[in-house]
Each structure stands twice: as C-alpha cells, then as structure tokens.
C-alpha cells in the first residue's frame, strides 16, 4: 500500500529524527564509555557505567526499535519497497543487525553497571569498559545513513521483475475530471 | 551513483547483475570478519561476553560477589 504525500513525510520526519536520535546516542554512549575507562574518579567511574545501562536501555534500544520499524514503514509504503533495491535491502539487514546485536548487548551492560556499583577502586579499573560494541555500532549506522543519502542504483532481480511487471500493464484511462 | 526517483533505472529487458558497489562492500565486509575471527581465535582482544564480569575477575579477594562496598565507603573523601 502507497502512502498518501502528507502520511509519507510524516513518516519520513519521524523516521530521520529516531535514526539520527540513535546515532547521537550512541555517541553520547560512547563518550560516557571512554569516561568510564579514562577516568581516575572512582565516583565519576561508577556514575559513567550507571549512565551507560540508562543510556543504552532507555535511549539507545528505543531509539533502535523505532527506527527499524519506522524504516519498515517507509519502505512498504513507498514504491522504494522492502526487497526491490539493493540499498533498501542492506540498510535494512543492517539495522536488523544492530538491533539484535544491541539487545544482545545490553544485559552484558547492566551486569557491568551492577558490578561497578559494588566494586572496589582496585577493581574498577580491571572493568574493561564497553567501547567495542558501541564503536562497531555507530560505523553500522553511519554506513546506513550513508546508503541512505546516496541511494546506490541496482535492482535486486525480484525489483527487476516488478518493474517489468508494471511496464506490460496497460495505462490507466485518463481522469474524467 | 544516487538516485531520488525509485524506477529510474534497468531499462534493458535482461535481469541486473549485482552492482558494483555491491560487490566492493562486500569483499570489504568479508576482510573485516577474517580480521575480527583471527583477532578472536588468537585470543587478541582478551576475554569478550558477561563472563568476563564473573565470579573472581573483580573482587581482589576473589569471591563471586566481590567485596560489597558500604555507603560510607562509597563516598569520597574530599
């Protein structure tokens, strides 16, 4: 089903702020993971890992959610479709990915923010932190924005086929009107 | 390279090959997971997973719960 032009840009407006609200997210993560192992605070260490389980869970992973949804969307409700371009199908794997790997993540995170709540000075620094995971992630989501601006040409062979589909139909009448 | 339109484009009658840059990105892709498996199977990153938060890797006792700070040892002295 086509979206109407004023559904679409809703949609689309919709779509843009919670993709970039995750990428800025994550950069807020990732900045809160660098204090968490740079720093030589104790406090400051203990509030940078509670900071991350807050940030992750009540900003990241909502974030993600509604931009793989909003993305679905926009996808079936435009002639772009889910499966017809090769952009619209990586950016979509890719967000699938980053999701999955996200919510796989983040019980690993509250363990860390748990254990840095209890654990001494000493053994805050042997932590480790968590940069790897958000590192990777934000370079996902920039190489998505990036398909996403610049729309590569290619058609799947189920878009091809569609497009052959359309051509052979006959036009429609003129409008009356 | 870029496009706003969706069906501008294959106006020829036989089915698309893969794009090129389609094939780049993966060959890149492909690299960059034999880099990551080697950095895993040689143990390079160190210890990866919840695990690593487990019992005995930050209690310098080495208990499973670690040693449970009070509220006052919590607070730092100015």
């Not at chain 1, 990586?90 to 709540?117: C, E, G, K, N, Y």
Request: net charge negative; hydrophobic share 45%.
């Amino acid at each position: 089903m086509i979206m109407s032009p004023a559904l679409r840009k809703l949609t689309l407006i919709v779509h843009l702020t919670v993709s970039v609200g995750w990428i800025g997210a994550v950069v807020a993560y990732l900045a809160l993971g660098v204090s968490a192992v740079t720093s030589q605070d104790a406090q400051m260490v203990r509030a940078a890992y509670l900071a991350l389980e807050l940030i992750g869970w009540y900003a990241i992973v909502p974030l993600a959610l509604a931009s793989l949804l909003t993305g679905l969307v926009m996808s079936l409700g435009t002639r772009w479709g889910l499966f017809r371009h090769y952009w619209v199908v990586i950016s979509f794997a890719l967000t699938i990915l980053a999701t999955v790997v996200l919510l796989l993540h983040m019980p690993d995170v509250s363990v860390l923010a748990d254990v840095a709540q209890e654990a001494d000075e000493a053994s805050l620094g042997g932590l480790g932190g968590d940069l790897f995971h958000p590192g990777v992630g934000l370079l996902v989501l920039l190489v998505i924005q990036a398909l996403n601006v610049y729309k590569p040409r290619g058609l799947t062979p189920y878009g091809w086929r569609k497009q052959q589909e359309q051509r052979r139909e006959p036009p429609l009448p003129p409008d009356p009107g | 390279m870029s496009q706003t339109q969706p069906d501008r484009e294959s106006k020829t009658s036989a089915p698309p090959g893969i794009p090129r840059w389609l094939k780049i990105s993966g060959i890149i892709v492909i690299v960059l997971i034999l880099l990551v498996a080697i950095i895993f199977a040689f143990d390079i990153g160190g210890q990866h997973g919840p695990d690593q938060f487990g019992p005995g890797q930050h209690g310098p006792s080495g208990d499973a719960g670690g040693e449970t700070l009070s509220r006052e040892d919590n607070t730092q002295q100015p």
